[in-house]
């Protein structure tokens, strides 16, 4: 199995969303809230990275989990950004959609692996 994490699309799609919650907290002051949802939006893409690089199916997926609960981090700091008004509803639902379909897509991936 090719593990080049740059060729998964899943990985591809996470570093979309990354830069997405980037881009949204570019102007955000509470520096401490801003590096906390920008520090759980990379570890969905890094974890993953590192998942398909650790040399076993089992450490691979332990580090898919860890991805998965990122995307749930961030999701859940959405909220929080929409009861703020840092983000509109739109922005909101954009990006709570796009963390769900990637959570869902890692979830494939640790299925599919554990199949093996």
Sequence with gaps: MDRGFENLRVWQQSRIFV?????????IKDY???DQIQRA???I???IAEGAESGSDAKYVNFL??????????????YLCLDRNIIDQDTFEKL??????IS????????SLKKH
């Excluded at 989990?65 to 959405?78: A, D, K, T």
């Excluded at 709570?96 to 379909?101: A, D, R, T």
């Design 65 to 78: 989990q860890i991805s998965r609960g990122s995307c749930s981090e961030v999701r859940s700091m959405l």
């Design 19 to 27: 830069n997405s919650i980037y881009d949204i907290m570019e102007e």
């Design 41 to 43: 939006a990379v570890s």
């Design 45 to 47: 893409m890094n974890n």
């Design 32 to 34: 401490g809230f801003r």
């Design 104 to 111: 869902n897509h890692i979830y494939r991936l640790i299925e």
């Design 96 to 101: 709570k959609s796009e963390s769900i379909l």
